[in-house]
């Protein structure tokens, strides 16, 4: 309400946004007739004449910035260093915004030409609504754009007007399938005005079996990937215009930040970003983050055993389950049977502390997880059910033991445990992107967030043509019973009449369950659910056919439109596929141009007189005719079968119907037993109409109760904000951690010499070790020389004859003084040994082993001390300031870790005679962990094993996965039965 007064005063900034843009359109639409009569040489060329515009725009700044890094380079490793580098990064943000006004001033011509470009190429010409959704996604925002109002095609504006500056876009969506099609659909237009476009897929670990340029004179055998040219991951990020998931280029980053060569590295700067789908990658999975792991140590008997006592503990008895915060608690009698059943005294006592993540997570697996909604089993392996898609997340897993717990908990077998060596949120990992955009058909409720978290505000760009959905009232029943026979008897009543119905679930259980009704009743169907997601783009695309029934759960097949009638192209395809006409052998452009004489009402049989084309032509004559008769019988009728606790996710399932100014119905039934009625307040209601005699099959249609819905899901919905907001906070503490480390390694791999840092390091190292002997507090005689002499020996290599009782009479500055000259001159004694060129590589592989095995370890204990902070609470202490705090003082030792690594390291380096015959060949370290593998790898492929190489470890000496454990009692057997026993790089 006063929003709304506010807005009346002030006026709606949508529309003075659009307001804003309108001008601009009328512009590009006065230069379409120029841009008509430019031959595709023209058109082309012009490209190149904007990008030399941009680039005399910065040249004065790109000189400067030249000089400013030439500088930067000469002043390393002394105090100037720092003041060089803030220089750099001023010129280079002024560079960038000097493009932003140069890109600005050649967006009408640039959006003219993308235009012409379209519909010469797709036979596609933007709306002005388009244009404007165009404008939004450059200016940096979300632009919310209905179902049907073609997105995909939006996006090639601003992507090639972005290109323009030469730093790479991107255009991220939430699968495979998405960025893939995106590609083949979009690229004619970018290769027709001279840009580079790629695609990147999910390849089980090894990005360059993944990765495309979009080449229309490419012949490919599989008519899947028409038009794509195999090349590697780095190439894929050299074109102009990158489309990916979200997944792929987040997992991208962090491989990059792991490299031991910079020839390895494969992304540029993170310059500009589309996300489509974005409520979905940046909200729906903003608690998940990126995580690449690596086996650390067998997993325990536990999992096993308290999968096994949890079966039988009796609900409300032995534990109690909060449906609205998601909690399981044992209660005393629990407790006590617990005990009574391990022989323990205190289950929580000190001794037994090992033991109780195991019966927590076993709890939580077996009383809030469940199978076929939260997760499904095959091929004896879980995989997690996405709840706002009900796509399958193949290779990805529940952290902290959970995943474990659940399969203990299905008899499957139990995955070894891993360790943390990579992670990042897509909250933070979105951010990093200098301007950022983003496109949806639900983000208004919403907006709030992205405000708030991502800087980015929501503008709902106008349909092209009014929506005439009819959204009908909810209808409410007491039991799911009831529910689902209305449910049934709408389904039969439309599909008699020929009118196609998609019907939105919740669950996988639930797809299943209305499958089985509709089988009892004879209607063919199709499902559409995690469990043959393969198919869900090609199902989807043919959910308008005349008496066709879909199930989907929630938006699975989302970014395909339903087309009434169904989908000509992929009639087509389909019926050729039968016919053995190999679809690969069908050029591009000549099926381009069939479709577009289609389009425009021609017979395209006089210009390709082939059988392929009479398919085509016979495709579209079909769906013509049965398009016509589904708008006659109202259009797409969409059932949801539950309330989703997000309201988007509802008006996602809705939007499905409608587009485009079609016809089209929805109405969502409702039980008092759904998830979100009984976690707020059905059963209240159920008595009610107990009380009033309202009978099982009578439905509620009241705007109260339709009230109260809407309230819960928004309460749920601030609910889930709060949690996103609260593992920010948290991850923003790691965030900012992981900068600094990345940085480092960054300036290790670029920067031609490391000799300036690292004798910094060994002059604080030294002083370090002094101070830890010397202290003022004592008297001289009392100094423990000989133990210091000891510590440094340990650094480097001290002279055995030193008199070190002479530093009884000096300072503890003198003494520093000297340990550090004799240190520096053992440095210098190692270069020469070594020669310059070996010492200079072998620092840098050095450092970057510390680091990364030393960084490793930190997110280990990251990760334990957030399990645990909450405890903080109970002594009145914010838990969020106390890890904060902690993870401050970790970060300090890590540092001071990493240096007394290096330090010791650098010393003690031996290199291979023929090392120094071939400087430029890296020492290779030992890997931080084995199998590394992502959480999300796609289930393609196994994951990829890394070989250990250098010196063996001793019987006795610790083992390498961390565990604490001597080598012989822990790794050694199996690392023996593979025939490699584990290597790490040698250390003092």
Known sequence: ???????????????????????????????????????????????????????????????????????????????????????????????????????????????????????????????????????????????????????????????????????????????????????????????????????????????????????????????????????????????????????????????????????????????????????????????????????????SNYYMQFADLVRRLKPEEHYVVNEKERVATLTEEGIAYIEQRLNLENLYSPENFEMVP????????????????????????????????????????????????????EGVKVQKESMTLATITFQNFFRMYNKLAGMTGTAKTEEEEFQKIYNLDVVMVPTYRPVIREDLPDLVYRTQDAKFKAVMEDIVESHKAGQPVLVGTVAIETSEHVSQLLKRRGIPHEVLNAKNHEREATIIAQAGRPGAVTIATNMAGRGVDILLGGNPEGLAREQLRKEGIELADIPQHAWNETLDLLKHGKDPTGVYNTPWAKVLAEKFAEVKRDAEKVRELGGLHV????????????????????????????????????????????????????????????????????????????????YNFDIRKHVLRYDEVVNEQRNRIYEQRRRILFEPSMKSAVTTMIEEEIEAVVAGFISKDLDAEEWPLDDLAQALRAVFPFPQDFPV?????????????????????????????????????????????????????????????????????????????????????????????????????????????????????????????RNIRTNRDGGNGKPQTVRNTGPQLGRNDPCWCGSGKKYKNCHMKSDQTQGARQKVAARS
């Open 1 to 299: 309400m006063i929003k709304k007064i506010y807005y009346a005063i002030t006026g709606d900034p949508n529309e003075k946004t659009l307001k804003r843009f309108r001008p601009i359109v009328e512009e590009i639409n006065a230069l379409e007739a120029e841009f008509e009569r430019k031959s595709v040489d023209e058109l082309q060329a012009m490209t190149g004449e904007f990008k030399a515009r941009i680039q005399e725009a910065t040249q004065p700044l790109r000189d400067e910035l030249a000089r400013a890094e030439e500088e930067y380079l000469a002043v390393l490793g002394t105090d100037e260093q720092k003041f060089a580098r803030i220089e750099v990064d001023r010129i280079k943000k002024e560079i960038r915004e000097i493009e932003e006004d140069a890109l600005e001033e050649v967006l009408p011509e640039a959006f003219a030409a993308v235009r012409e470009a379209s519909k010469r190429t797709t036979g596609l010409r933007h709306y002005d609504v388009q244009l404007l959704g165009g404008m939004v996604l450059h200016y940096g925002n979300i632009a919310e754009m209905k179902t049907g109002e073609g997105k995909t095609l939006v996006a090639t504006l601003p992507l090639y007007l972005n290109a323009l500056a030469g730093r790479g876009v991107h255009l991220v969506t939430p699968n495979d399938y998405l960025s893939k099609v995106g590609l083949q659909l979009m690229g004619p237009i970018y290769h027709l005005l001279g840009l580079r476009a790629a695609v990147i897929q999910n390849s089980a670990g090894n990005p360059d079996q993944g990765s495309f340029l979009y080449d229309p004179e490419f012949p490919n055998a599989d008519d899947r990937f028409l038009a794509l040219r195999p090349i590697s991951r780095r190439e894929a990020y050299q074109a102009d215009i990158t489309y990916g998931t979200n997944n792929e280029f987040g997992f991208d980053y962090l491989r990059d930040n792991m490299v031991q060569d910079p020839t390895r590295l494969t992304q540029r700067e993170l310059h500009y970003a589309i996300v489509d789908e974005v409520d979905n990658i940046l909200i729906d999975e903003a608690r998940t983050p990126l995580i690449i792991s690596g086996e650390a140590r067998e997993s």
């Open 358 to 409: 195991y019966l927590d997570n076993a709890l939580r697996a077996h009383a809030l997880y469940k199978r076929d909604v939260d997760y499904i089993v095959r091929n004896h392996e879980v995989i997690i059910v996405d709840e706002f898609t009900g796509r399958l997340m193949e290779g990805r897993r529940y952290s902290e033991g959970l995943h474990q717990a659940i399969e203990a908990k």
């Open 639 to 718: 059932i949801g079968t539950e309330r989703h606790e997000a309201r988007r996710i509802d008006n996602q399932l809705r939007g499905r119907s409608g587009r485009l100014g079609d016809p089209g119905s929805s109405r969502f039934y409702l039980s008092l037993n759904d998830e979100l009625m009984r976690r707020f307040g059905g059963e209240r209601i159920s008595g009610i109409m107990s009380r009033l005699g309202v009978e099982d099959d009578v439905p509620i249609e009241a705007g109260l109760v339709s009230r109260a819905i809407e309230n819960a899901q928004t309460k749920v919905e601030g």
């Open 805 to 929: 009782e002479e530093w009884r009479r000096r300072s503890e500055d003198e003494i520093i003084d000297e340990a550090i000259e004799l240190a520096l001159s053992a440095y210098e004694a190692k270069e020469a040994e070594l020669t310059e060129p070996v010492m200079r590589q072998a620092e840098k592989q050095i450092m970057l082993w510390a680091v990364d095995s030393r960084w490793v370890r930190h997110l280990t204990d990251l990760d334990h001390l957030r399990e645990g902070i909450g405890l903080q609470a109970y002594a009145q202490i914010d838990p969020l300031v106390a890890y904060k705090r902690q993870a401050f003082s970790m970060y300090s030792d890590l540092m001071n870790d990493i240096r007394s690594d290096i330090v010791k390291s650098v010393f003690a380096v031996q290199v291979a005679p023929q090392a120094q015959q071939a400087a430029a060949a890296p020492l290779t370290p030992s890997p931080i962990a």
